[in-house]
């Protein structure tokens, strides 16, 4: 629970000092035909929760024209790192969020979640 945590050495750790793990997730998405406006606007609302969950938006943007790849690229491409697995799952559960249901479900024909491992290059 998020009054049982601390930051302590710039990791967010547990009261009981295990550090929590970061979670990173790759998001691609995919509008329903002419919705690429309604996705985006879904998005803006949705990802300023992100942040109360103690999360951050890394990355977020479209696919550039020229791209490789197969099929219909998606509409929008995000990266966002939360603490743990558990402020994913407070933040994926969110009452204000899920209140928004109909609106993307309107809006997003597709979505795909990769969890990332970060690598030191």
């Not at 999360?55 to 790192?81: C, F, H, I, K, N």
Request: with cysteine; aromatic share 4%.
């Amino acid at each position: 629970m998020r009054e049982n945590r601390v930051v302590a050495g710039g990791l967010l750790r547990h009261t009981n000092r295990m550090p929590e793990t970061p979670v990173v997730n790759c998001v691609l998405l995919w509008a329903k035909p002419g919705m690429e406006a309604a996705l985006s606007a879904y998005e803006d609302k949705v990802l300023r929760l992100v942040g109360e969950h103690g999360g951050r938006v890394l990355e977020r943007g479209t696919v550039m024209p020229g791209s490789q790849y197969d099929g219909e690229p998606p509409a929008e491409v995000q990266l966002l790192e939360m603490p743990s697995a558990a402020s994913l799952d407070a933040y994926v559960n969110d009452p204000r969020r899920l209140a928004m249901a109909g609106e993307r479900d309107a809006a997003v024909a597709r979505t795909d979640v990769f969890r990332i491992q970060r690598s030191r290059a």
